[in-house]
């Protein structure tokens, strides 16, 4: 029994340690992919790094300081904002995950958004039924942008609502933006997170070790 707890600690210890590796790598990778950006495209447009009503306005107006909190080291996943902004993000990943197949069965490729390729049927998008259907803005405010070469590193993001918090938080870092407004949220918290997680489970551990010992 003793040997099957020392076997199974050293088993969860070996997992968070790999959690802890993937993350240290996702991050960095984040980083140099809009370090790239930056240097072939020219400064992050400001609509990315401060938008007016982007996901993470949206959650701190929508949440307790509680679930902020929380949702800063990413313990609340389950709690994902559904409003504007959000939806307005979700359109984005629909466009490029439709440019991405358009440039990928054609020689002619799309590089840059034309908003008008949204909603008219003859466009490139529509015709060739990348998008099953035309893409309608959440609301007034949304304005519907690129940034960068689409089929290279390029991106779309809105000037009204911005990009993903957690993309935008790495474009931030690389281009050391301090952001102004309500809790942000920061990749280097996870791995933070991920420490403190370690540390319970390795103390857990001593405490189930030692009990056995005692038993014994």
């Given at each position: 029994m003793r040997n099957r707890m020392l076997m199974l600690s050293q088993v969860?210890?070996?997992?968070?340690?790999?959690?802890?590796?993937?993350?240290?790598?996702?991050?960095c990778s984040s980083h140099s992919?809009?370090?790239?950006?930056?240097?072939?495209?020219?400064?992050?447009?400001?609509?990315?790094?401060?938008?007016?009503?982007?996901e993470e306005e949206e959650m701190r107006q929508n949440d307790s300081v509680v679930k902020q909190i929380l949702r800063k080291v990413d313990f609340l996943r389950i709690t994902r904002p559904t409003h504007m902004a959000h939806s307005c993000i979700s359109r984005q990943d629909r466009i490029m995950h439709a440019i991405n197949f358009y440039n990928s069965d054609n020689s002619d490729l799309y590089k840059e958004l034309n908003p008008s390729d949204l909603v008219d049927p003859e466009s490139p998008l529509l015709k060739g039924k990348y998008l099953e259907s035309k893409i309608v803005n959440v609301d007034d405010n949304c304005v519907l942008r690129s940034y960068g070469d689409l089929s290279e590193l390029?991106?779309?993001?809105?000037?009204y609502h911005g990009i993903r918090t957690a993309?935008?938080?790495?474009?931030?870092?690389?281009?050391?933006?301090?952001?102004?407004v309500g809790i942000q949220r920061h990749p280097e918290l996870l791995v933070i997170w991920l420490l403190m997680l370690g540390l319970s489970?390795?103390?857990?551990?001593?405490?189930?070790v030692r009990f056995l010992r005692k038993a014994s």
């Amino acid at each position: 029994m003793r040997n099957r707890m020392l076997m199974l600690s050293q088993v969860v210890f070996f997992i968070l340690i790999f959690c802890l590796e993937l993350t240290v790598a996702g991050v960095c990778s984040s980083h140099s992919e809009w370090d790239e950006m930056i240097e072939k495209y020219g400064p992050v447009p400001k609509e990315i790094l401060e938008p007016l009503f982007g996901e993470e306005e949206e959650m701190r107006q929508n949440d307790s300081v509680v679930k902020q909190i929380l949702r800063k080291v990413d313990f609340l996943r389950i709690t994902r904002p559904t409003h504007m902004a959000h939806s307005c993000i979700s359109r984005q990943d629909r466009i490029m995950h439709a440019i991405n197949f358009y440039n990928s069965d054609n020689s002619d490729l799309y590089k840059e958004l034309n908003p008008s390729d949204l909603v008219d049927p003859e466009s490139p998008l529509l015709k060739g039924k990348y998008l099953e259907s035309k893409i309608v803005n959440v609301d007034d405010n949304c304005v519907l942008r690129s940034y960068g070469d689409l089929s290279e590193l390029g991106i779309i993001y809105c000037e009204y609502h911005g990009i993903r918090t957690a993309y935008q938080n790495s474009a931030r870092a690389a281009s050391e933006y301090t952001p102004k407004v309500g809790i942000q949220r920061h990749p280097e918290l996870l791995v933070i997170w991920l420490l403190m997680l370690g540390l319970s489970s390795l103390l857990l551990v001593y405490r189930v070790v030692r009990f056995l010992r005692k038993a014994s």
